[in-house]
Protein backbone atom coordinates (compact mmCIF):
# COMPACT_ATOMS: atom_id res chain seq x y z
CA UNK A 1 0.00 0.00 0.00
CA UNK A 2 1.13 3.43 -1.25
CA UNK A 3 1.60 5.85 1.95
CA UNK A 4 2.83 8.65 3.25
CA UNK A 5 2.76 9.36 7.28
CA UNK A 6 3.61 12.76 8.42
CA UNK A 7 5.09 12.88 11.70
CA UNK A 8 6.69 15.70 14.70
CA UNK A 9 3.67 18.02 15.18
CA UNK A 10 2.64 19.62 18.27
CA UNK A 11 2.25 23.08 20.42
CA UNK A 12 5.18 25.48 20.74
CA UNK A 13 5.75 28.58 22.03
CA UNK A 14 6.84 31.29 19.20
CA UNK A 15 10.42 31.05 18.65
CA UNK A 16 10.07 27.02 18.94
CA UNK A 17 11.09 24.54 16.55
CA UNK A 18 10.12 21.71 14.89
CA UNK A 19 11.05 19.05 12.73
CA UNK A 20 8.35 17.14 10.55
CA UNK A 21 8.72 14.13 8.62
CA UNK A 22 7.68 12.26 5.70
CA UNK A 23 7.89 8.92 6.20
CA UNK A 24 6.81 6.65 2.84
CA UNK A 25 5.95 3.00 2.59
CA UNK A 26 5.10 0.83 -0.39
CA UNK A 27 7.62 2.71 -2.93
CA UNK A 28 10.61 4.61 -2.86
CA UNK A 29 10.74 7.98 -2.71
CA UNK A 30 14.14 8.40 -4.59
CA UNK A 31 12.19 9.19 -7.87
CA UNK A 32 9.70 11.66 -6.39
CA UNK A 33 9.46 15.10 -5.38
CA UNK A 34 7.99 15.86 -2.42
CA UNK A 35 5.90 19.09 -1.07
CA UNK A 36 4.96 20.16 1.89
CA UNK A 37 1.77 22.33 2.55
CA UNK A 38 -0.26 23.95 5.04
CA UNK A 39 -4.15 24.38 6.27
CA UNK A 40 -4.70 26.65 8.56
CA UNK A 41 -8.98 27.21 9.54
CA UNK A 42 -10.71 28.82 7.20
CA UNK A 43 -7.61 28.92 5.14
CA UNK A 44 -6.88 27.22 1.29
CA UNK A 45 -4.00 25.34 1.35
CA UNK A 46 -0.65 27.21 0.81
CA UNK A 47 2.56 25.32 -0.64
CA UNK A 48 5.57 25.61 1.91
CA UNK A 49 8.60 24.39 0.09
CA UNK A 50 9.35 21.11 -1.57
CA UNK A 51 12.22 19.58 -3.29
CA UNK A 52 13.39 17.67 -6.10
CA UNK A 53 14.29 13.63 -6.49
CA UNK A 54 17.59 14.24 -6.86
CA UNK A 55 17.92 16.99 -3.61
CA UNK A 56 19.22 18.95 -6.50
CA UNK A 57 16.53 22.11 -5.88
CA UNK A 58 14.11 23.43 -3.79
CA UNK A 59 11.35 25.88 -3.20
CA UNK A 60 10.12 27.78 -0.50
CA UNK A 61 7.16 30.09 0.35
CA UNK A 62 8.23 33.74 1.12
CA UNK A 63 6.29 33.59 4.63
CA UNK A 64 8.86 30.70 5.74
CA UNK A 65 12.33 31.83 3.62
CA UNK A 66 15.03 31.69 6.00
CA UNK A 67 13.20 29.59 9.18
CA UNK A 68 11.69 26.43 7.43
CA UNK A 69 14.77 23.91 5.73
CA UNK A 70 13.47 20.91 3.50
CA UNK A 71 15.47 17.59 3.41
CA UNK A 72 15.30 14.25 2.52
CA UNK A 73 17.17 10.74 3.40
CA UNK A 74 16.40 8.62 0.81
CA UNK A 75 18.14 5.67 2.41
CA UNK A 76 15.55 6.11 5.51
CA UNK A 77 13.02 6.77 2.67
CA UNK A 78 11.69 10.21 4.62
CA UNK A 79 11.59 14.06 4.09
CA UNK A 80 12.27 16.62 6.56
CA UNK A 81 10.81 19.94 7.39
CA UNK A 82 12.72 21.69 9.88
CA UNK A 83 11.07 24.69 10.99
CA UNK A 84 12.80 27.07 13.15
CA UNK A 85 11.49 30.49 14.93
CA UNK A 86 7.93 29.76 14.62
CA UNK A 87 5.26 31.98 14.52
CA UNK A 88 1.79 31.98 15.57
CA UNK A 89 0.49 32.53 11.91
CA UNK A 90 2.55 29.09 11.33
CA UNK A 91 -0.19 27.22 13.15
CA UNK A 92 -2.05 24.62 10.20
CA UNK A 93 -1.94 21.00 9.75
CA UNK A 94 0.78 20.36 7.56
CA UNK A 95 0.61 17.83 4.97
CA UNK A 96 3.19 16.00 3.12
CA UNK A 97 2.63 14.86 -1.00
CA UNK A 98 4.35 13.15 -3.75
CA UNK A 99 4.75 13.21 -7.39
CA UNK A 100 7.03 11.50 -9.82
CA UNK A 101 8.43 14.44 -11.77
CA UNK A 102 9.57 17.86 -10.86
CA UNK A 103 9.18 19.69 -7.70
CA UNK A 104 5.67 21.73 -7.77
CA UNK A 105 4.31 24.47 -5.56
CA UNK A 106 0.56 23.81 -6.50
CA UNK A 107 -0.90 21.40 -4.71
CA UNK A 108 -3.52 20.12 -7.80
CA UNK A 109 -0.17 18.68 -9.01
CA UNK A 110 0.54 15.90 -6.73
CA UNK A 111 -1.35 12.71 -6.15
CA UNK A 112 -0.60 11.24 -3.21
CA UNK A 113 -0.79 12.48 0.17
CA UNK A 114 -0.41 12.02 3.41
CA UNK A 115 -2.80 12.49 6.63
CA UNK A 116 -1.34 15.33 8.09
CA UNK A 117 -0.02 16.69 11.29
CA UNK A 118 -1.18 19.47 13.42
CA UNK A 119 1.07 22.44 14.12
CA UNK A 120 0.32 25.12 16.58
CA UNK A 121 2.62 28.01 17.74
CA UNK A 122 1.09 29.67 21.21
CA UNK A 123 2.20 30.80 24.00
Known amino acids: QVQLVESGGGLVQPGGSLRLSCAAS????????IGWFRQAPGKEREGVSC????????YYADSVKGRFTISRDNAKNTVYLQMNNLKPEDTAVYYC????????????????WGQGTQVTVSA
Open 97 to 112: ASRRATPSRLAGDYDN
Open 26 to 33: GFTLDYYA
Open 51 to 58: ISSNNGST
